[in-house]
């Protein structure tokens, strides 16, 4: 029997990354990166751990990606991140020139797109893929900060 790996698949990897960001308390954003079908890295949101504001979750995962390919590019390479990334976090992307990115939620207010931010324009773009259970996840943990 041969598994599937689609991006359901990827984006349920990226939300287990969220839930451990929930769980150490920080905003509940998780990112994998994947080539060939193959999960080559992982992060998720360290600002608050590391009081660094550049630990976001697709940081996290550009550097262990590029770590582990010997490179800077990530040509070839998808992410998968639960929150559409900001404008940094856009940039980073831009530069290591992925081939795609998949998010779930957008970020209407702090998302590139809101920020007039792009990616590199060979990079394909799919948005809403599992974005219910991400902005759920999202929506808890801000209603917990609140109370």
Not at 23 to 33: F, H, S
Not at 38 to 54: F, M, S
Not at 72 to 84: M, N
Not at 103 to 125: C, I
Request: hydrophobic share 45%; aromatic share 8%; with cysteine.
């Amino acid at each position: 029997m041969t598994a599937t790996f689609d991006d359901v698949y990827f984006m349920k990897k990226a939300l287990l990354e969220a839930e451990a960001a929930y769980e150490k308390g920080e905003v509940p954003v998780g990112a994998v990166i994947v080539v060939d079908n193959r999960t080559i890295a992982k992060g998720h949101n360290l600002t608050e751990t590391l009081t660094d504001v550049t630990a976001h979750a697709e940081m996290q995962a550009i550097t262990a990606a590029s770590g582990f390919l010997g490179g800077k590019y990530l040509k070839g390479c998808t992410l998968y991140v639960t929150l559409e990334p900001c404008q940094m976090c856009a940039g980073a992307l831009y530069w290591s020139q992925i081939s795609r990115v998949v998010f779930a939620a957008p970020d209407l207010h702090r998302g590139y797109r809101a920020m007039g931010a792009s990616l590199h324009p060979k990079t394909e773009v799919v948005r809403g893929i599992m974005e219910e259970e991400a902005a759920t996840l999202l929506k808890l943990f801000f209603k917990a900060k609140r109370s």
